[in-house]
């Protein structure tokens, strides 16, 4: 392909910050693309009385795309008070770059596609289309109206202030303009998959002109009979954007009512630190993130660099790059659901270069953990009667198959709330693991609560129901009308057999993510999970896996410092638990790194002196109760105490004593200071160790503390 080329222009504060952040992703997707950087915003007007110099232009004129960082714009005081000193009081007059490349280049539509990123509600994909030449912003702004237009104003207001103290603004539109407009917003729709155009206006306010627009917008609508299209008052699709988005393609308004909608896309989106816009013209196109220069957050690396690549992606698809632009939608979207860090705005306190460098990331070795959520539906858990049994095995199964299992929901029986507890996460994790509700009786609702949350009508599935017949008869249990419901599922689903009982599980992919639905009797569960993994691969999270240290006798603060300093690349997805007297220290990662296998590496030695195992067990679960050892102390309380440790009673003798006496603390009941545990092996040096005496289960301590000397003693 050929060479194109780009021009960037930083402009002023955060744009700057986000553009060296993001613009490296073109190296890492190697495209021929070669960059050119140009001068515009602020500091140009300071310098030299223009916001874009001719410098910029001659670049613009050989460039095949623009993109921009952002530029700060100021009042009319303030900008002729940081004019350079020869200019001022010349008449200079500032006119913000972002009109300037609009109107010189003739880009008449912006557009600001607004899709589902993260968080709840449903995954939707709209894009707004805003006319950017004419409509309200067409510059007919009078301040005292002109005498041309008087004749045709009579307004009681009027009346009573006069011409001069009236201010106007007109709202043109034209059958050039909105020829284009609706062209360019049906062609738009074809290109990204939309089925719906809507016209956003306000014709029963603005009858004339909006019944012109209707006009134009029938007639080229024509052309395109495979798009639904529709007119909606502006405000109430300000409501419509905000409740329903997922019920929306492109959006099309006039210039005002598009500004404002565009801004609300964005919002719904995920807010300015994701929205990305473009402008469209006849012949070059320019690309820039939603969000301004943001003075008070520059030069603190602060700005969230994910509008940034979302503007570079809309660009690389107009040069023709569309898997390049894909791959970096992908990219921000997976990290932004998976990353344990983002940018403050997302609640997070990474850096917008860390968080570029983990997008980048992302796209380089694509190879992120899978996410999964698990719903387990029923009253009888809500209320405490039964262990939740199937939440710990599904979790157990897929953390084994490699998922990072990110949030457990219990649910009760209702439909409405299965319904809004499968929408949390459809859309937001890879898999989403449904268990219970799935029987022939009255409280059974979740096959109907899936199908209703993915949109999808429930079908009647023959071959499941020709199955539970043959089942229930080779059971020997009478087939009643009641138990045709098991053989409906959401249109789409494929069943799963359930080897254990009688109703079928069922599968079926969502906006990208899985939702597999499980049977809530645990054995049927489990059956139904197993069959549904069955031949199955899973692939990117290979190389995730898990390594674990059991500790004795130290803090988790001073555990995390320390593998904070020797483990940079994986000290966040660390993970501390007590298992009182031991701390437990795990992590599941990517080790096929040669930087994480040394980090590791590092971490193991350094533990050495407090590791009591790796694979999870306890000091004394790994005697034999076999071993010829002998527990002994002077304190009759401990002795009786130590016996039930494992070891034969007969075999070389450890001596076991606590200062205070273990029987003098549990007869004051004073817990309070340290106990200093001493254990003597048959020959070599006394072992000490000295704990926090916090209350009667240090006892654990001591046994565990004693069988870890005996493990590790040179006898
Ligand atoms: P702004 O978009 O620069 O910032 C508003 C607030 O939004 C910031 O304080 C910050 O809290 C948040 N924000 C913006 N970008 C973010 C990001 N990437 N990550 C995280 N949070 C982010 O809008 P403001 O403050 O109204 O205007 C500042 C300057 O930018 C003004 O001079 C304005 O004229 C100019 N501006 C330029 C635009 C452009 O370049 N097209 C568009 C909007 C404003
Ligand atoms: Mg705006």
């Not at 280049?105 to 995954?123: D, T």
């Not at 020709?466 to 419901?485: A, Y």
């Not at 130290?554 to 020797?566: D, Y």
Request: aromatic residues 8%; contains cysteine; negative net charge.
């Amino acid at each position: 392909m050929k060479t194109k080329k780009v021009l960037i222009l930083p402009g002023d504060g955060i744009g700057r910050e986000v553009c060296d952040a993001a613009l490296p992703v073109l190296t890492a997707l190697n495209l021929p693309i070669e960059l050119e950087y140009g001068d515009i915003g602020w500091e140009c007007w300071k310098k030299e009385g223009d916001t874009v110099p001719q410098d910029t232009w001659d670049k613009i004129a050989r460039s095949d795309a623009v993109l921009l960082g952002a530029i700060t714009s100021k009042g009319k005081k303030q900008a002729e008070k940081e004019l350079p000193e020869h200019l001022q009081g010349t008449g200079h007059k500032f006119v913000s770059p972002v009109i300037q490349l609009r109107q010189k280049l003739g880009l008449f539509a912006n557009v600001r596609p607004s899709y589902y990123i993260s968080g709840q509600g449903k995954p939707f994909n709209m894009a707004v289309i805003r006319e950017n030449t004419e409509g309200l912003y067409a510059g007919f702004d009078y301040h005292g109206i002109p005498e041309q237009i008087q004749s045709l104003l009579s307004h009681p207001n009027i009346d009573k202030s006069g011409f001069d103290n009236s201010a106007i603004t007109l709202r043109l539109q034209t059958k050039f303009g909105l020829t284009r407009l609706f062209k360019f917003a049906f062609e738009y729709a074809v290109k990204h998959g939309h089925k719906r155009v809507t016209f956003a206006d306000k014709p029963n306010v603005m009858r004339d002109s909006g019944a012109f627009a209707e006009e134009v917008l029938d007639s080229v609508a024509a052309n395109y009979p495979e798009i639904e299209y529709d007119i909606q008052n502006v405000d109430a699709m300000a409501l419509w954007l905000a409740t329903r988005p997922e019920q929306f393609g492109v959006i099309v308004a006039e210039n005002m009512f598009g500004d404002i909608l565009s801004d609300l896309a964005g919002g719904v989106m995920g807010g300015l630190g994701l929205a990305p816009s473009a402008n469209y013209g006849e012949g070059t196109a320019y690309f820039e993130p939603v969000h301004g220069s943001a003075p008070s957050m520059y030069g603190k690396n602060k700005a969230n660099p994910s509008a940034m690549f979302l503007s570079i992606a809309l660009m690389l698809d107009y040069l023709g790059f569309e898997d390049a632009a894909e791959k970096i939608r992908v990219a921000v979207q997976e990290t932004i659901r998976k990353s344990k860090n983002l940018t403050y705005d997302f609640g997070g306190d990474a850096s917008t270069s860390e968080l570029a460098a983990q997008i980048i990331d992302n796209i380089e070795n694509n190879k992120q953990q899978l996410s999964a959520a698990i719903i387990t539906v029923g009253d009888e858990l809500l209320a405490g009667e039964y262990h939740n049994t199937n939440l710990k095995e599904i979790s157990e199964f897929l953390q084994d198959k490699g998922y990072h299992v990110a949030e457990h929901l219990v649910c009760s029986d209702q439909k409405s709330m299965i319904n809004r507890a499968v929408n949390k996460y459809v859309g937001a994790v890879d898999l989403l693991v449904v268990s219970g509700g799935l029987g022939p009786t009255s409280d059974d609702v979740t096959r109907y609560a899936v199908a209703s949350a993915l949109s999808l009508p429930v079908e009647f599935n023959e071959q499941s129901w020709q199955h539970i017949c043959n089942r229930m008869s080779s059971f020997k249990l009478e087939v009643c009308d009641k138990d045709k419901v098991q053989a409906y599922f959401p249109q789409g689903a494929t069943t799963i057999a359930n080897s254990a009982g009688i109703a079928q599980g069922f599968t079926l992919t969502r906006h990208n993510t899985e939702v597999l639905v499980l049977p809530g009797p645990p054995k049927e569960m489990s059956a139904v999970l197993n069959k549904a993994f069955e031949n199955r691969q899973s692939n990117r999270i290979a190389q995730h896996s898990k390594h674990q240290w059991k500790l004795l006798g130290v803090t988790e603060t001073q555990i995390n410092v320390l593998i904070e300093k020797l483990a940079p690349a994986i000290a966040k997805q660390v993970k501390y638990i007590w298992r009182y007297p031991y701390l437990n220290v795990s992590v599941n990662c990517d080790d096929s790194q040669p930087e994480v296998i040394e980090q590791l590496q590092a971490v193991t030695n350094s533990l050495e002196a407090f590791t009591v195992s790796r694979n999870g067990l306890n000091a004394s679960q790994m005697i034999e109760a076999t071993e010829a050892l002998c527990w002994k102390s002077d304190d009759v309380q401990l002795e009786e105490l130590l016996q039930q440790l494992p070891g034969n009673g007969i075999g070389p003798t450890y001596y076991v004593n606590t200062i205070p006496a273990i029987s003098d603390v549990l007869s004051t009941g004073s817990f309070d200071g340290t106990l200093e545990i001493h254990v003597q092996a048959p020959d070599g040096e006394p072992r000490v160790l000295a704990i926090p005496l916090r209350d009667e289960y240090v006892t654990e301590y001591v046994k565990e503390f004693a069988s870890w000397c005996y493990l590790t003693s040179e006898s």
